[in-house]
């Protein structure tokens, strides 16, 4: 898959594009600061390097990866989102970040919802989270999004949990898709103002 390749998906508030050179020093920022902390990081400007090196050429090897999230308006961005299977993971996983100072609008939950139904129309069977069980916006995040704890399933290291996400037939016109959908348009209202609940 060339890179000139890769989908663009569209949101009501969000575009997902392939990550491009022009969009590292927002990656840079996230993943050498503490943001970083339950993805191996803060990593060092050479490790942060490599890494979002490895983003934009895993879409090459894998013909899938980590899209960059625009905001629709401005275009500016606000994280990344979708497939991730380095060298040595068990399966295909869905991951996320969000930069720090937009953090708590809904980002990740209608990026990843969107990357997920992608994947499953491409003919992904399932998929995974492997997160740091510290970090519990993201473990409540893969929750909202229908996933459950699997303490069978390979992990990526010692301190991970795997969560695995439902399968296609679970989000086709389910309880789980609406509630998702439900909460995604909430964010989505400029109005809402969300309380006592995860970020992200």
Same mark, same amino acid.
């Given at each position: 898959?060339? /890179?000139? %390749?890769?989908?663009?998906?569209?949101?009501?508030?969000?575009?997902?594009?392939?990550?491009?050179?022009? %969009?590292?020093? =927002?990656?840079?920022?996230?993943?050498?600061?503490?943001?970083?902390?339950?993805?191996?990081?803060?990593?060092?400007?050479?490790?942060?390097?490599?890494?979002?090196?490895?983003?934009?050429? /895993?879409?090459?090897?894998?013909?899938?990866?980590?899209?960059?999230?625009? %905001?629709?308006?401005?275009?500016?961005?606000?994280?990344?989102?979708?497939?991730?299977?380095?060298?040595?993971?068990?399966?295909?996983?869905?991951?996320?970040?969000?930069?720090?100072?937009?953090?708590?609008?809904?980002?990740?939950? $209608?990026?990843? %919802?969107?990357?997920?139904?992608?994947?499953?129309?491409?003919?992904? $069977?399932?998929?995974?989270?492997?997160?740091?069980?510290?970090?519990?916006?993201?473990?409540?995040?893969?929750?909202?999004?229908?996933?459950?704890? =699997?303490?069978?399933?390979?992990?990526i290291g010692d301190d991970d949990a795997v969560y695995r996400h439902p399968a296609p037939a679970a989000l086709h016109d389910t309880q789980l898709s609406h509630g998702i959908a439900m909460e995604v348009s909430h964010y989505q209202d400029p109005a809402f103002k969300p309380k006592g609940f995860a970020l992200d």
């Amino acid at each position: 898959m060339g /890179h000139r %390749d890769i989908p663009v998906l569209e949101t009501e508030r969000l575009v997902l594009k392939g990550p491009e050179p022009q %969009d590292y020093p =927002d990656f840079k920022a996230t993943f050498t600061s503490f943001r970083a902390r339950y993805m191996g990081g803060p990593l060092n400007p050479y490790e942060s390097w490599m890494l979002y090196a490895a983003e934009i050429g /895993h879409w090459e090897i894998r013909g899938f990866g980590m899209w960059m999230i625009h %905001d629709k308006t401005s275009d500016a961005t606000l994280g990344m989102a979708g497939g991730w299977q380095p060298a040595m993971w068990p399966e295909r996983e869905l991951a996320w970040i969000i930069w720090p100072e937009v953090a708590g609008k809904g980002y990740a939950l $209608e990026a990843v %919802d969107a990357a997920r139904r992608y994947f499953y129309k491409s003919g992904w $069977e399932g998929a995974v989270s492997y997160l740091d069980p510290y970090n519990l916006d993201s473990v409540r995040l893969a929750e909202r999004l229908g996933c459950v704890k =699997d303490k069978e399933a390979k992990s990526i290291g010692d301190d991970d949990a795997v969560y695995r996400h439902p399968a296609p037939a679970a989000l086709h016109d389910t309880q789980l898709s609406h509630g998702i959908a439900m909460e995604v348009s909430h964010y989505q209202d400029p109005a809402f103002k969300p309380k006592g609940f995860a970020l992200d």
